[in-house]
């Protein structure tokens, strides 16, 4: 099983300051790698896909980089609306599987 | 625009069964093109992916939940079904029901989603 290790568990930051999320494979999940945006008591939404492609209705301040074990999440300039949970996950291979998460708070 | 709606008891007698039941609009279960998924989320805790189901009925299912675990689909209804067995407290979660594109053989991400049900194992 492939495990996704997220970092930090939180991230305390103000609006308008730049949020680094990072996601660890535990092997090579080549360019399968996607991230959701959870905010509370909603299903979590698709973000980012396939390591950097944004996901219909993803603003432009949302982006991924990274390939192989090391991902990044970056939103550029924290709107109120970000401040939510995040998750990677991965399609390489079975079983599918999610990272812990990284919560973005508001500081 | 492709809705889920998943449905079923919220409250489970440890050692039962449980069942739940994602209901499709705006789209079709039998399309070729997709996978329909089961994720779940103990409360405060993160996701789970639990199974993934063809409409042809070829399943792939999380081997930590495998000796429990049961899909189906109903393409008649536009229906999908999960069921798992001899639940414990452990199984107490948000069930979300999910799509998932076919790309190029490889099951693809997970979108959109229903909006999830409690379930709570408990006597």
């Known amino acids: 099983e492939i495990v996704l290790t997220q970092s930090p568990a939180t991230l305390s930051l103000s609006p308008g300051e730049r949020a680094t999320l990072s996601c660890r494979a535990s092997q090579s999940v080549r360019s399968f790698l996607a991230w959701y945006q959870q905010k509370p008591g909603q299903a979590p939404r698709l973000l980012i896909y396939?390591?950097?492609n944004r996901a219909t209705g993803t603003p432009a301040r949302f982006s991924g980089s990274g390939s192989g074990t090391d991902f990044t999440l970056t939103i550029s300039s924290l709107e109120p609306e970000d401040f939510a949970v995040y998750y990677c996950q991965q399609r390489s291979d079975w079983p599918l599987t999610f990272g812990g998460g990284t919560k973005v708070e508001i500081k | 625009q492709l809705q889920l709606q998943e449905s079923g008891p919220g409250l489970v007698k440890p050692s039962e069964t449980l069942s739940l039941t994602c209901t499709v609009s705006g789209g079709s279960l039998s399309s070729s093109n997709y996978y329909w998924v089961w994720i779940r989320q103990p409360p405060g805790e993160g996701l789970e992916w639990i199974g993934s189901i063809y409409y042809s009925g070829k399943t792939f299912y999380n081997p930590s939940l495998k000796s429990r675990l049961s899909m189906s689909v109903d393409m008649s209804r536009d229906q999908f079904s999960l069921k798992l067995s001899s639940v414990t407290a452990a199984d107490t979660a948000v069930y979300y029901c999910?799509?998932?594109?076919?790309?190029?053989?490889?099951?693809?991400?997970?979108?959109?989603w229903g909006q999830g049900t409690l379930v709570t194992a408990s006597s």
């Open positions: 999910a799509r998932q594109d076919l790309e190029l053989g490889r099951v693809s991400w997970f979108d959109p």
């Open positions: 396939d390591v950097s």
